[in-house]
Each structure stands twice: as structure tokens, then as C-alpha cells.
T-cell receptor, first 115, second 115 residues
Framework: DTEVTQTPKHLVMGMTNKKSLKCEQHMGHRAMYWYKQKAKKPPELMFV???????INESVPSRFSPECPNSSLLNLHLHALQPEDSALYLCASSQTSRRVGQPQHFGDGTRLSIL | AQSVTQLDSQVPVFEEAPVELRCNYS??????LFWYVQYPNQGLQLLLKYLSGSTLVKGINGFEAEFNKSQTSFHLRKPSVHISDTAEYFC?????????????FGKGTTLSVSS
């Protein structure tokens, strides 16, 4: 069983919809991450939160809006997405992002399809 | 800049045969390396990590990897594979910058085990 829980597992939305992806971890980790993964490709980093503050934004379009309400929760708000945004969205956490060598723990992802 | 290169995009192998998945890294500083596995419709699971110390690292599910500084390699091995080992395998390096740390993934190797 994964220690990082993502909901929903699947999401189909139109280009004008607003939806949110949720991620939760109870390992006491202080760093949380969003990745985007296209089929047959490695995960691509989108955002990093460290101690509930956004520390890395990899030039992600503003139609993706992350939020970290507390140290256990991470949301990704979606609005006006494009068909090319269809992908598997993975959440991960680690003890900290301030020290190299920290392994990340991944959820099972949300498979997003944009109609 | 730090990066990893996975030398094989696909590795087909018969059940109970040994397997080696190759990964080379480039780094001018201390390096921290990981192998992750991704089963179909799941997130990434940490197989093993090299942070320092012994160059032979043992992981879960009978996998091991050897850190070779002179050859800048971190190849993953298993002496006898099972059908259930069929999955995508990613080599990754931990990268630090001013904003924090992140994982940089290789392009992945698809391991296909057949009977």
C-alpha cells in the first residue's frame, strides 16, 4: 500500500472545467512534489513545496495552480486545460527538499484526460 | 549539470534468467543515485538508493546495484527474474540548486519478462 494517497484516480474534464487533484501523506514529510508523466516517458517535475511554501516552479503554465494547505496536503487546481495536458499526475513527498539524497515516495497518480 | 542516461529503452528476458539494466550518470560533485520501478497503472516505487559507503547496494524484490565511480555507472541487476518483474525502471539522480533539491530521471527501461 502506498503511503502517499492521491484522489481521484481518474479524471475526465472538458477544457472549460475547473477541477482539483488532491494528495495526502502522513509520514511527517516536509517536502511535497507534483510531477507530470506522459505515456512511455519519465516523470517531469512541475512544483516543489518545502515547509508549505512553493520553492520550485518549473515554468508551469498558470492553468495549473498548486496549493499546500498544511504539511500533509497538496492540491493541484486545474482550469482551462488543453488536450496536451492529458497525462498521469504524480504526487511525491520526502523528508525535506533542503538536502540532496532524500528519496521521494510516490502516490499512484491521477490519470487525467482532457476532452 | 547532473544527468543520468539509461542505455537500453527495452530489455526482453526469459523468466529465471539474469538481467542487468544499465545507467550512466554525469556529475562533477557528490552524486546520489536511485532506481525506481513503475508497474502498470501505478506510481513509482523506490527499489534502492546509493548515498555513500558500500558501492554494492541491495534493494527490494531481490534487486541490487553497483556504484562504479570510475565508469560513472549505476547498473541494476537481478540474478533471476520473474514474470512479475515486468515493469518500467527509472534511474534517477538527486540534484541540488539554490531553490532546493529535485530528482532527475533517465528516460526509463522497459523490462519484459516472458515464460
Amino acid at each position: 500500500d502506498t503511503e502517499v494517497t492521491q484522489t481521484p484516480k481518474h479524471l475526465v474534464m472538458g477544457m472549460t472545467n475547473k477541477k482539483s487533484l488532491k494528495c495526502e501523506q502522513h509520514m511527517g514529510h516536509r517536502a511535497m512534489y507534483w510531477y507530470k508523466q506522459k505515456a512511455k516517458k519519465p516523470p517531469e517535475l512541475m512544483f516543489v513545496y518545502s515547509y508549505e511554501k512553493l520553492s520550485i516552479n518549473e515554468s508551469v503554465p498558470s492553468r495549473f495552480s498548486p496549493e499546500c494547505p498544511n504539511s500533509s496536503l497538496l492540491n493541484l487546481h486545474l482550469h482551462a486545460l488543453q488536450p496536451e495536458d492529458s497525462a498521469l499526475y504524480l504526487c511525491a513527498s520526502s523528508q525535506t527538499s533542503r538536502r540532496v539524497g532524500q528519496p521521494q515516495h510516490f502516490g499512484d497518480g491521477t490519470r487525467l484526460s482532457i476532452l | 549539470a547532473q544527468s543520468v542516461t539509461q542505455l537500453d529503452s527495452q530489455v526482453p528476458v526469459f523468466e529465471e534468467a539474469p538481467v542487468e539494466l544499465r545507467c550512466n550518470y554525469s556529475s562533477s560533485v557528490s552524486v546520489y543515485l536511485f532506481w525506481y520501478v513503475q508497474y502498470p497503472n501505478q506510481g513509482l516505487q523506490l527499489l534502492l538508493k546509493y548515498l555513500s559507503g558500500s558501492t554494492l547496494v541491495k534493494g527490494i524484490n531481490g534487486f541490487e546495484a553497483e556504484f562504479n565511480k570510475s565508469q560513472t555507472s549505476f547498473h541494476l541487476r537481478k540474478p533471476s527474474v520473474h514474470i512479475s518483474d515486468t515493469a518500467e525502471y527509472f534511474c534517477a539522480v538527486s540534484l541540488a540548486n539554490q531553490a532546493g533539491t529535485a530528482l532527475i530521471f533517465g528516460k526509463g527501461t522497459t523490462l519484459s519478462v516472458s515464460s
